[in-house]
């Protein structure tokens, strides 16, 4: 048969890693795939017309919850078109929000992890066998949804094909990533984030191994056979703790600097790399690694997102990383329950104690459905009233008690500016508003510029305020007042 994968994204690719290994699993059996990326922005005339050049029996889909509505007009497109075709949608949304068959033109949703479970239905459907009963699956047939349950997790990963990376590379996608390559090894996570669907998903599979890896030897062929076989420039790694299993750790470095070395970049959680660790990130030629921050508070970042990590062990691992030449991205989040402008002020001024090695990176928090999170601002009422335009982790979707939602897109649209102003303030101890008042944009209305002004004086008197990040940051009125997950 021929299956039709559609990628969705919004503005940077990023290898369908998911897809690849279904990808790989249906080819060992003698089937056919394709890949096509569509952009967000994208019109959908050069869509259909592939998909009517191609013929395919069926289309494939992977979404998230941000994407969801995009898939589902997608979706409705090409019901309209081909009415025949049998389309299915698996991911983290589909995974943890099976209803979601209802609002969309699909025969199947695909829940889990689907390299197994998706080979299965192909097959039955090549051969007009009864798919029904396929683990994994809601099926919607004349308006009855059927149920099946969650398949166990694929606990060797040793006996999962390489991804395909040759359906990616049919549409000439890496060239817009300038010759990077993404992989990811392990899989699953063992801490409890309230914000992160890992624990979400841990919930679907009790009493089951979550955190799993493959070998080492599989995983340094899978990139050397990638590297030999296109030109990679840059490798990055998509594991959620890189450095969590001390001794594939320690074997993967040895054999990445034998037989790799290509630069690369992975993630690690604070207080679980150690300086031995660091030096042989640098050795293996890994230049720089992605350090989740979160959130500068200390309330916000322990109580509220279940991280419990002290400023100082945050604040060590930057300092080790930067030791060693290697660069750092810190990933913050903003507009987080419970978070007040000092709050953020607080992020800001962490941040920039990260130095000048320190990339930051900086979001605006999205609640997922069935995190504790999610579950929580949901209870509250807070979810709702998405804003014209609507982009995840750029536009707020929360109406908080602490913060307006304006507060919270200045920030965000000035938070790189903010941490250089602090930077230069931790340099002269003193806040000059003049000088980032001179940063602005110029704007060609004088009422949004003046409204702006207010905006950055705002926040220029809570960075006046400042005090060091180390220290313990003083409780709010609102973190006295509102106390989660209690």
Not at 53 to 70: A, K, L
Request: glycine share 6%.
């Amino acid at each position: 048969m021929k299956i039709f994968f559609i990628y969705l994204y919004v503005k940077i690719p990023q290898f369908p890693i998911g897809m690849g290994f279904i990808s790989s699993m249906l080819k060992m059996v003698g089937h056919e795939s394709r890949l096509f990326a569509l952009e967000s922005q994208q019109t959908p005339e050069t869509l259909l017309s592939s998909i009517r050049m191609w013929s395919p029996d069926v289309i494939g889909f992977s979404s998230t919850s941000s994407m969801f509505e995009q898939m589902k007009s997608v979706a409705s497109l090409i019901r309209q078109q081909f009415k025949d075709i049998f389309q299915v949608c698996g991911g983290i949304h589909p995974t943890l929000v099976p209803e979601c068959i209802e609002e969309a033109p699909l025969n199947a949703i695909c829940r889990g992890e689907g390299e197994y479970a998706f080979v299965e239905l192909i097959e039955r459907l090549s051969k007009g066998l009864d798919y029904t009963n396929i683990k994994g699956f809601w099926f919607k047939l004349n308006r009855n949804i059927i149920k099946n349950s969650v398949p166990l997790l694929i606990q060797d990963l040793n006996a999962l094909p390489m991804p395909d990376h040759d359906f990616y590379r049919s549409q000439d996608i890496p060239r817009k990533a300038r010759g990077v390559a993404e992989f990811m090894f392990s899989r699953g996570c063992p801490f409890d984030c309230s914000y992160c669907s890992n624990h979400a998903l841990k919930r679907l599979y009790p009493r089951q191994r979550y955190v799993r890896y493959p070998s080492v030897e599989k995983a340094i062929m899978e990139l050397t056979t990638a590297s030999k076989k296109y030109k990679i420039h840059y490798i990055m790694i998509h594991d959620d703790t890189f450095c969590l299993n001390k001794k594939w750790f320690y074997d993967f470095c040895q054999e990445y600097k034998d037989k790799i070395r290509i630069p690369f970049l992975c993630n690690i959680r604070p207080g679980t790399c150690t300086k031995d660790m660091f030096r042989l990130l640098r050795e293996a030629n890994c230049d720089a690694v992605g350090i989740g921050l979160e959130s500068g508070n200390p309330f916000i970042r322990e109580k509220v997102l279940n991280r419990k990590i002290k400023n100082g062990v945050i604040l060590e691992t930057f300092r080790l990383a930067h030791a060693m030449d290697i660069n750092t991205l810190s990933f913050s989040m903003i507009g987080l329950p419970y978070e007040t402008p000092e709050a953020i002020v607080d992020t800001i001024r962490f941040t920039a104690q990260l130095g000048d090695k320190n990339i930051p990176w900086k979001y605006i928090f999205h609640p997922y459905p069935n995190t504790k999170l999610f579950d929580h601002c949901q209870e509250k009422g807070w979810i709702g009233g998405k804003s014209p335009g609507f982009r995840e982790r750029s536009r707020s979707a929360l109406r908080l008690p602490t913060i307006s939602r304006k507060d919270i897109h200045t920030y965000y649209n000035n938070f790189s500016m903010l941490i250089e102003v602090e930077k230069r303030a931790m340099i002269k101890n003193k806040l000059s508003i003049a000088k980032l008042l001179t940063k602005l944009f110029v704007f060609p209305k004088l009422l949004f510029l003046v409204k702006t002004y207010y905006c950055i004086y705002r926040i220029a008197r809570l960075l006046g305020s400042r005090k060091d990040c180390g220290t313990k940051c003083p409780q709010t009125q609102y973190q006295d007042k509102f106390s989660p997950f209690q």
